[in-house]
């Protein structure tokens, strides 16, 4: 069973870098694509982007320029760094272990973020 | 890159089934067999229910069912039962490694 948690703040100033931290227990993090996905309150899900465990990522085109996400293999964390918030970025933030095809079999519980002075 | 269009609500009686809708385009549900759809209940993490059009993860009952035609993919739950009550959603790979998730349909059980 593989489990997933984030982390981060849950309050974020307009303007500033949103930054989480997704933890997974399982030590395999090779050959998964690892993913951000977030849900504004009330709202549907939106895919963000992924980072294959070799590094290489793919964003949501829409949020590219704001975004980052980054691995440490060595410490089995991914992490999403979303530059130049604003009350539209306020969601709860879920990380999750996805196929290439684009399916998430093991979800985190999620974290909710707010951007708010 | 629009999101998918799902009915926003879909009922039924205990015993009954239900059928979702989930309609994309051309360049995501009709051009890949890469249909998943999760269910979420209230304050929870999605939970995978169907993945590639009709493949069911281990777990996963099977009075869950998916399929496609052209650009419309669907997930029937036959049978309703009151914790199948709860939001579900579709997502399809939509090409270029991007991915598209559906509007969400609430699911009551009446």
């Known amino acids: 069973q593989v489990q997933l948690q984030e982390s981060g703040p849950g309050l974020v100033k307009p303007s500033e870098t949103l930054s989480l931290t997704c933890t997974v227990s399982?030590?395999?993090?090779?050959?998964?694509?690892w993913s951000w996905i977030r849900q504004p309150p009330g709202k549907g899900l939106e895919w963000i982007g992924y980072i294959y465990s070799s590094g290489s990522t793919n964003y949501k085109p829409s949020l590219k320029s704001r975004l980052t996400i980054s691995i440490d293999t060595s410490k089995n964390q991914f992490s999403l760094k979303l530059s130049s918030v604003t009350a539209a970025d306020t969601a709860v933030y879920y990380c999750a272990r996805f196929y290439w095809s684009g399916y998430g079999d093991y979800w985190g519980q999620g974290v909710l973020v707010t951007v708010s002075s | 890159q629009s999101a998918l269009t799902q009915p926003p609500s879909a009922s039924g009686s205990p015993g009954q089934s239900v059928t979702i809708s989930c309609t994309g385009t051309?360049?995501?549900?009709?051009?890949?067999?890469?249909v998943s759809w999760y269910q979420q209940h209230p304050g929870k993490a999605p939970k995978l229910m169907i993945y590639?059009?009709?493949r069911r993860p281990s777990g996963v009952p099977d009075h869950f069912s998916g399929s496609k035609s052209g650009n419309t993919a669907s997930l029937t739950v036959s049978g309703l039962q009151a914790e199948d009550e709860a939001d579900y959603y579709c997502?399809?790979?939509?090409?270029?490694?991007?991915?598209?998730f559906g509007t969400g349909t609430r699911v009551t059980v009446l």
């Open positions: 590639e059009v009709n």
């Open positions: 051309s360049s995501d549900v009709g051009a890949y067999n890469y």
């Open positions: 399982d030590r395999s993090i090779s050959g998964y694509y």
């Open positions: 997502s399809s790979y939509a090409g270029s490694n991007n991915y598209v």
